[in-house]
């Protein structure tokens, strides 16, 4: 694929018109720019590869984090992702958070309260597996809060990663779109093979009953909350490897730009002979 391709998945991904965007227009099969699994490996494997270098660096400078935040209805492949694009990386420079409902502790502080413990030091990349983003899905969906209350989250949302933004965080957010037909498919394949039983969770299934509530709050939350400083990415995500190689080249691109850097080194080290 030609270079010029693999640039533009991030624009073209990305929520930009975010009073007109239309979650109904995502093919979630699409694969623009690649044709295949073969043409795909080799650009996660080349992308993965500059993460490595890019976050020594980032780690060494210790100005500046990464947060990489990933949204999707279940069996979206939020797991899948962390796997195959930040699997390779070196551990230590990696913070892998993923939230669940939330405790009587975490109840009884505003919501942001867990998400902010959360976001990566200087030097990190942090990974949100869900984030602060549920409190306007899943409790938009399940109505734990009223809709003005949903309204007034989005502009906090926004308002909060403005702060983290403006105080050294870089912020990606994906949403991995799937269909309800490759839905159906990974929730069957959790019940037939017995190695994926453990992840197969009755609840998901009163949740796929409520597919069209989650797509309509999506919508919402996609058009409230893309700010041109930190926009949502809707990557089609029914196939795997599309969805790797894309996210893999965003954020290998994202670190790209951030331009870390290798802290000077101290004066005189040329002099220094380390005795026997
Ligand atoms: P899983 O990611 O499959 O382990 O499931 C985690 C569950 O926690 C999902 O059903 C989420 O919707 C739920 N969850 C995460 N954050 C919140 C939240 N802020 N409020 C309510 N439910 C949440
Ligand atoms: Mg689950």
Redesign the pocket.
Known sequence: MAKKDKKSWEKLFRVTNDAEFKYAKVDPAATPGLSGREEAAPILAANTARMNELQERLYAEGAQALLIVLQAL?TGG?DGTIRAIFGPLNPQGVQVT?????TAL?LAHD?LWRVHQQVPPKGMIGIF????Y??V???KV?H?VDEKAVRKRYAQINAFEEHLQENGVTILKFHLCISRDEQRERLQQRLDEPEKHW?F?R??LA?RALWDDYVEAYQAMLRNCSPSSAPWHVIPADKKWYRNAVISQIVADTMEKMEPKFPPAEEGLDKIVIPE
């Open positions: 279940d939020k993923s939230f669940k409902v939330p975490e919501y597996n869900r984030s602060h549920e409190d899905l899943v409790a399940h734990l992840k969770n609840g998901d949740e």
